[in-house]
């Protein structure tokens, strides 16, 4: 079965640090575009990074830079989002996606235009 599993997520409190992690079963990730995506309720979705197959480049809303960071680990079929300085506007549900198209436009696709979604994992920021 083709499917990419969302971890990670949890509550945690302002300020604190979590890592999702993103992995594939059924297909092999190392060619893929991979990037994560958040929505938190009342809200549209929106891109938070992406990271090309090979590692080299990545992407990041330009809110987040510095605090979140994209890393990827092909031997394990993987892909991390390390968050750092959670704030009270972080809390969503993060979703990551993969597909073949470039990742220097990913995070403005469409979501019917990206192949492949994991169902989720929420980041909830509270004191």
């Known amino acids: 079965q083709v499917q990419l599993v969302e971890s990670g997520g949890g509550l945690v409190q302002p300020g604190g640090s979590l890592r999702l992690s993103c992995t594939a079963s059924?297909?092999?990730?190392?060619?893929?575009?991979v990037g994560w995506f958040r929505q938190a309720p009342g809200k549209e979705r929106e891109g938070v990074a992406s990271?090309?197959?090979?590692?080299?480049?990545?992407y990041y809303l330009d809110s987040l830079k510095g605090r979140f960071t994209i890393s990827r680990d092909n031997a394990k079929n993987t892909v991390y989002l390390q968050m750092n300085s959670l704030k009270p506007e972080d809390p969503a549900v993060y979703y990551c996606?993969?597909?073949?198209?470039?990742?220097?436009?990913?995070?403005?696709?469409?979501?019917?235009?990206?192949?492949?979604w994991g169902q989720g994992t929420e980041v909830t920021v509270s004191s």
């Open positions: 996606a993969a597909d073949l198209k470039p990742w220097y436009h990913f995070l403005l696709l469409n979501r019917d235009e990206i192949a492949y």
């Open positions: 059924g297909f092999t990730l190392d060619s893929y575009t």
């Open positions: 990271i090309s197959n090979d590692d080299g480049d990545s």
